[in-house]
């Protein structure tokens, strides 16, 4: 009789840590996607498909490439890319950012002469309200995840540096006018990274969206009016400031309270650990981090929720 085999080694899965919170991860491109979906991660909190889309673009500007006829092969190209992550994820959610360059940054490509020169690009033409301007330039992102939820439905729409109701309501309004509009299964999320969020969140919701992400970058720059990429300034830059962790917990508090699925998406919580305890603590849905600190997080996830249920023990 032959000897029953070794026990089996243990696997990364034997060793993993159970959250309620999920934890998710912040990606750009498709390269990686299938060495982070293998790790301990809940999905793609954050898409950042601005990469891939200048690829995608060849290096032309929106507006001349769709002069040049070129839409179908833009959308084939983007929609690839982003079904590729979708695939390796599986059923786990991936959120798919709506392009969120800046007037600067469309100005860099070829055709850019056509942006307008702003001072401050940065709160300038930019996020929901660019899209409201430019329908044309929502649409591409939403033919791209129109084409690519018909094979990976775990893949959903989210909104950026949305600065008012009356904005989101008329890019929603275009939406709805779209086919993916009537897909009632796609989650819409939007960006909270303006501190206007704190005030609109209970507006957002009742306009029909289904989660918040916090934009920590943003944010942060915003309620500490700091610009999140000055060398000068940069000792100021902290999402641990009490201001904007106040703004943060007002976010999460209002968003939770509209029954909105909450998370944050930022830097931040790559950063600065404690920030995943705080945020666990306020209720967050789930956070979003850079995958080589995926592991830490669910780690520092698992103790904060430990903590509240020893907490919540003693007190009973
Ligand atoms: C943010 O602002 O925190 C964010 C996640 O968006 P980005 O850094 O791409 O502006
Ligand atoms: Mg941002």
């Keep these: 009789v032959a000897p029953p085999p070794p026990a089996a080694a243990p696997t990364a899965a034997a060793g993993r840590e159970i959250t309620a919170t999920r934890v998710y991860v912040n990606l750009a491109t498709p390269d990686a996607a299938t060495a982070v979906a293998a790790g301990d991660v809940d999905g ?17 500007h929106p507006a001349k490439l769709l002069a040049q006829g070129r839409r179908d092969e833009y959308v084939a190209k983007m929609a690839d890319g982003v079904a590729a992550i979708a695939a390796a994820f599986g059923d786990r959610p991936v959120v798919y ?5 800046r007037s600067n940054e469309f100005a860099a490509l070829d055709g850019g002469e056509v942006e307008p020169d702003e ?9 929901c ?5 430019e329908p044309e330039l929502f649409r591409l992102d939403l033919d791209v995840l129109h084409t690519v939820r018909a094979q990976h439905p775990n893949v ?14 008329q890019c929603l309004a275009l939406l709805d006018e779209h086919p993916l509009g009537a897909d009632s299964a796609m989650k819409r999320w939007i960006m909270a990274e303006v501190p206007s ?13 289904d ?20 060398e000068t300034c940069k000792d100021l830059f902290n999402t641990m400031d009490p201001a904007v962790l106040d703004t943060i917990d007002t976010i999460i508090d209002r968003a939770t309270a509209a029954g909105l699925t909450t998370s944050l998406c930022g830097q931040a919580v790559s950063i600065y650990p404690e920030l995943a305890e705080h945020l666990v603590r306020r209720g967050i849905t789930s956070v979003s981090v850079t995958p080589d600190v995926a ?22």
Excluded: C
């Design 197 to 209: 969020a704190a005030y609109w969140i209970p507006e957002y919701a009742r306009l029909g969206i």
């Design 156 to 169: 959903h729409l989210m909104i950026p540096f949305v600065r008012t109701k009356w904005e989101l309501a």
């Design 44 to 60: 793609v909190g954050l898409l950042r498909a601005e990469f891939m889309i200048t690829t995608a673009l060849d290096g032309l």
């Design 129 to 133: 309200f660019r899209y409201v301007r």
């Design 211 to 230: 989660g918040v992400s916090i934009g920590s970058n943003d944010l942060t720059q915003l309620v500490l009016g700091v610009d999140r990429d000055s």
């Design 97 to 101: 950012r709506a392009i969120d360059l």
């Design 295 to 316: 592991e830490r997080t669910r780690h520092n996830v698992a103790v904060a929720e430990k903590a509240i249920l020893l907490d919540a023990a003693r007190r009973g």
């Design 119 to 127: 001072d401050n690009p940065m709160i300038g033409y930019r996020g």
